[in-house]
């Protein structure tokens, strides 16, 4: 190993609570309280979670808009010998979380990427769903238009795999209407709304009748929310494609 490889820093990549605050595991703690400066993607919300613990870390701004200019910054930071932690505002970062060109950038360089694990929306979701986890696909947040949503969901309906989804309360009603026109109204699925907080619920069923229940409760509106659908199902092995019995 290379002397300027040896002094190269370490890029932590750490999970945070998605909701609980009591989440953070102990691992984290220590990290984000020993690295030399902590990218967050939104430092008012990242600086309330290092009060609650004490940390006293230096914070600077990493997010979508400004990751150009930063980046370069960070990399020369990490470069020059100094251990920084990535952190987004809830849950694993890059997940549909900004983070994206630092560990990459960190990567080309050669510098050391650690992943510190912990809370994951789209995981906690499907541990709890009740659908099938052996096979899943995360497809991060739907589209925004009608057209646009609508598109994305009928490509969706061939997968097997369960569908995983993350969602916002002003949305979920057209993103799971769009679902149960391109899926099908009978087509199992969950909602997980504000997953570990105090309002947590999940909801279970059809596409059709979570459609039907969530708008007809305001409450079940309102929030962050994974989706999940059970995928279409695998063809029936004993019926080769091309080759069906015709009755």
């Known amino acids: 190993m290379s002397e300027a490889h ?9 999970a945070t609570p998605i909701g609980n605050l009591a989440d953070l595991t102990y691992r984290a703690r220590q990290v984000l309280a020993e690295v030399d400066l902590i990218a967050a993607e939104d430092t008012r919300h990242t600086r309330r979670l290092l009060a609650h613990y004490g940390i006293s870390t230096r914070l600077v701004s990493c997010h979508d808009h400004n990751e150009a200019q930063v980046v370069p910054r960070l990399l020369r930071r990490l470069a020059e010998g100094e251990s920084l932690a990535l952190v987004s505002d809830a849950g694993t970062p890059l997940i549909s ?3 994206f060109q630092l560990v990459q950038g960190a990567r080309g360089l050669g510098i050391r990427v650690v992943p510190v694990p912990g809370a994951n929306a789209a995981v906690c979701a499907l541990s709890a769903a009740g659908l099938p986890c052996d096979r899943f696909l995360f497809v ?4 925004r238009t009608t057209a646009k949503r609508r598109e994305w969901a009928t490509g969706l309906a061939g997968e097997c795999a369960t569908l995983v989804m993350y969602e916002a309360g002003n949305r979920v009603l057209a993103t799971l209407a769009a679902l149960r026109d391109q899926l099908g109204a009978e087509r199992r699925a969950a909602v997980a709304r504000e997953l570990t907080k105090r309002f947590e619920t999940f909801l279970s069923g059809s596409l059709g009748d979570l459609a039907a229940r969530v708008e007809a409760d305001a409450r079940q509106q309102m929030g962050e929310f994974v989706i999940l659908v059970e995928g279409r199902g695998e063809p029936d092995p004993g019926v080769a494609r091309g080759d069906e019995e015709h009755i």
């Open 140 to 143: 991060g947040f739907p589209p």
């Open 6 to 14: 040896e002094q190269q820093g370490i890029l932590y990549v750490v």
């Open 97 to 99: 979380d900004p983070g």
